[in-house]
Every structure is written in C-alpha cells, then in structure tokens.
Nanobody
Framework: QVQLVESGGGLVQAGGSLRLSCAVP???????MAWYRQAPGKERELVAE???????NYADAVKGRFIISRDPAKSTVSLQMNSLKPEDTAVYYC??????????WGQGTQVTVSS
C-alpha cells in the first residue's frame, strides 16, 4: 500500500502564508505530482501540478500566489501558499500519478483561512 504523508495545514489569517508538504515513497516512477483541494459542498479541484520534467500548471484562482515544487532527492512535493484568502479554505490533498497511470492520494490536510 502506497502512503502519501501530508503536513503543514492549519489556521491562518487572510493575507498570510502556509506551506504544505507531501512525502512519497522514493521507489515510485512518478510522472506528475499535484495538489488538489475540496471545499465543503464543492467538488475536488486541481490546485497545482508539476511533472517529472519540472513543468508546472496552476488553477487560475491561485496563479501568482501559490508555488508548487518538488525535491526528487527527498521524494517530496510542496505547495507554498501566499496571500491566502478565505476562499482558499479547503481540505488539500496530495496526488501522484505514476508512469503506468496508477494514481494515489494522500489523506488530506485542512487549511482554514480566517477573514
């Protein structure tokens, strides 16, 4: 069973910053690493993703505020979240897609932004 271990969620005031991290097993052939989020009553949505080649993609709502990065040596993917807004409040999920198309999810970490 592949386990993704997330950390870094919490409560922050609007305008503040948080950094999420996700540790994954180092033996996997990962094609894409990503962060999704799901707010109450809404569908899960892609926040940001980064490929094994370093190409990144962001949701329009977070462009210019969030930065996704990966450290292959440590097998981690991080999400630096700046200028947080109350509408960023959600459970954030780490996601990886392997070269063989298998997908794994983390357990989720709560991010709450107060106004």
């Amino acid at each position: 069973q592949v386990q993704l271990v997330e950390s870094g969620g919490g409560l922050v005031q609007a305008g503040g910053s948080l950094r999420l991290s996700c540790a994954v097993p180092g033996s996997l052939s990962i094609l894409v690493m990503a962060w999704y989020r799901q707010a109450p009553g809404k569908e899960r949505e892609l926040v940001a993703e980064i490929s094994k080649y370093g190409n990144s993609n962001y949701a329009d709502a977070v462009k210019g505020r969030f930065i996704i990065s990966r450290d292959p040596a440590k097998s981690t993917v991080s999400l630096q979240m700046n200028s947080l807004k109350p509408e960023d409040t959600a459970v954030y999920y780490c996601n990886i897609k392997l070269i063989d198309t298998t997908v794994y999810w983390g357990q989720g970490t709560q991010v709450t932004v107060s106004s």
